[in-house]
């Protein structure tokens, strides 16, 4: 550890992402006074995921130059953390021999991510430069679709045949770590490969060496297939507590697993293709904020296009009922405050509907249930806020009829809104799109074209107008 590091006991009030921002700051002071001796000395006591952090922040003309100071131990971790987009960019800087040596030493799980990125013609270049069989293990990912425990899954694993015994499994455990990613569990196999059972280390550990590991494997096995969706595989870790999932093809052969840390992954991206879904952002391969301009506003402007052409609804049912505004001005300055309560109450109950079916709390034979309750609570809102906005409005106005009419119309949009929010993640659901579409921008449009046309209608018919 270098006298300076920031990684010294002499700061440990500093956050971890505090240490990482100083890291960044004093290797691009390094690289801009060509200190390379002093950034590779700064580096050593770095964790991979924390250097992989500090290069992504660096200058993009810096990025290639600080990743070929890392010992090459390092350097294979520390790409393995990389955000795609970093990746591609040193693929295109590196000399063609030191891509190959980190693509040949990575896991297939992460080298099988990394070729879904890259341009086709590049992936056919290295796959054809890969080692026998770490090329066999890559075609085997990618033969899997995408999103799927196949193409995600890790070949690089431990498994026995059921009839060894506990001395010969250590043994073998012992020979082939350095090449298994996970340690922690053996998967026990027959003679034709097919999942049979898995013992634990601490199994292993505890049972007599000349026990056959038959006797204390666990059989009652939670496995997935290959083509299961990398979601419910999430799920499935998660529900089980497992460091790890075996994969089995459809002959329940073992031929991966699934690790915790890709879960972790998988359930990041996922999170966040519902937060862009949500929000009317179209989700993406790479990061938002690491996209340029150009391709932020891309990935931004289709829901609005969309959301616009929706909004127009709304504006054609004012100009129907402008002979009625005109009559009674005072209708007009409700409508924001109207329609803004009803896109809020739809967000609301799209948003609680949208996580309670991602987790899997409600489905869609709960669809009825759960729009009754939130139809239930939806005209408890507006009854509140309705009695609330009757007295403002007559307050502002001084005209009875119009607060009245301001504060049914308030009741009916959020019922309305309610029903819409929680209604339409299932409709989504049940034609096989994701209820995340459902976004709260289009939710607001539609109530915000059913709730003018509503409050105008009623005015009509409250003031005879």
């Known amino acids: 550890m270098t006298e300076n590091s920031p990684y010294s006991p002499q700061n440990p009030s500093v956050s971890r992402q505090e240490l990482v921002e100083l890291v960044r700051s004093q290797l691009q002071v390094l690289l801009e ?30 990025q290639a130059i600080a990743f070929r100071l890392l010992l090459k131990q ?55 430069q890969l080692s026998p069989a770490e090329r066999e293990a890559t075609a085997l990912l990618l033969g ?31 020979v082939l770590a350095n090449t298994t990613e996970l340690i922690y569990y053996l998967y026990v196999t027959d003679t034709e490969r097919r999942l049979t059972g898995t013992a634990s280390f601490r199994d292993l550990v505890i049972a007599e060496s000349e026990q056959k590991l038959s006797e204390i494997m666990t059989r009652d096995v939670v496995f997935v297939h290959t083509d299961t969706d990398q979601e419910e595989v999430a799920q499935i870790i998660q529900r089980y507590d497992l460091v790890a999932v075996p994969v089995v093809d459809t002959e329940q052969r073992l031929v991966g ?14 999170t966040t293709e519902d937060i862009y879904a949500l929000g009317g952002v179209e989700a993406g391969g790479d990061s938002y904020f690491q996209a340029n301009v150009l391709t932020a506003a891309r990935k931004r402007v289709v829901w609005l296009f969309l959301l616009l052409i929706a909004n127009t609804g709304t504006t054609a049912v004012i100009s129907a009922q402008e002979d009625a505004l005109q009559q009674v001005v005072a209708l007009a300055s409700f409508i924001p405050l109207l329609i803004d309560a009803g896109g809020n109450v739809g967000t609301q109950s799209s948003t609680v509907v949208i996580r309670g079916l991602n987790l899997k709390e ?8 759960i729009i009754t309750r939130e139809t239930i609570t939806g005209a408890l809102l507006g009854l509140m806020l309705g009695i ?45 799109l994701d209820p ?30």
């Open 144 to 174: 899997y679709n995408e999103d799927t425990a196949g193409r995600i899954m890790t070949t690089e694993y431990l498994s026995v045949k059921e009839d060894l015994t506990i001395s010969q499994a250590i043994e073998r455990l012992r």
């Open 257 to 270: 697993i699934v690790t915790v840390d890709d879960v972790i992954d998988i359930l990041e991206e996922e």
């Open 436 to 465: 995340a579409l459902m976004s709260a921008p289009l939710i607001t449009s539609v109530v915000d074209v059913l709730g003018v046309f509503i409050y105008l209608m009623l005015a009509r018919t409250i003031l005879q107008i």
């Open 74 to 128: 390092d350097a294979i971790e520390v790409y393995e953390h990389l955000d795609s987009s970093v990746q591609q960019s040193l693929i295109a800087e590196l000399r063609d021999q030191e891509v190959l040596d980190i693509v040949d030493r990575m896991s297939p799980d992460d080298r099988a991510r990394l070729f879904d990125e890259l341009p086709a013609v590049v992936v056919r270049r290295l796959l054809e």
């Open 362 to 369: 409600v489905g869609i034979k709960k669809a009825l249930q």
């Open 388 to 432: 609330a906005v009757i007295f403002w409005a007559y307050f502002l106005e001084g005209s009875l009829p119009i607060a009245i009419t301001v504060g049914i119309s308030l009741l009916i949009i959020t019922i309305i809104a309610a029903v819409s929010g929680s209604g339409l993640p299932f409709l989504f659901g049940a034609l096989g």
């Open 33 to 62: 006074q060509e200190n390379f001796e002093g950034a590779k000395a700064l580096l050593v006591p770095v964790q991979p995921v924390d250097i992989a952090q500090a290069i992504e922040d660096l200058p993009k003309a810096m």
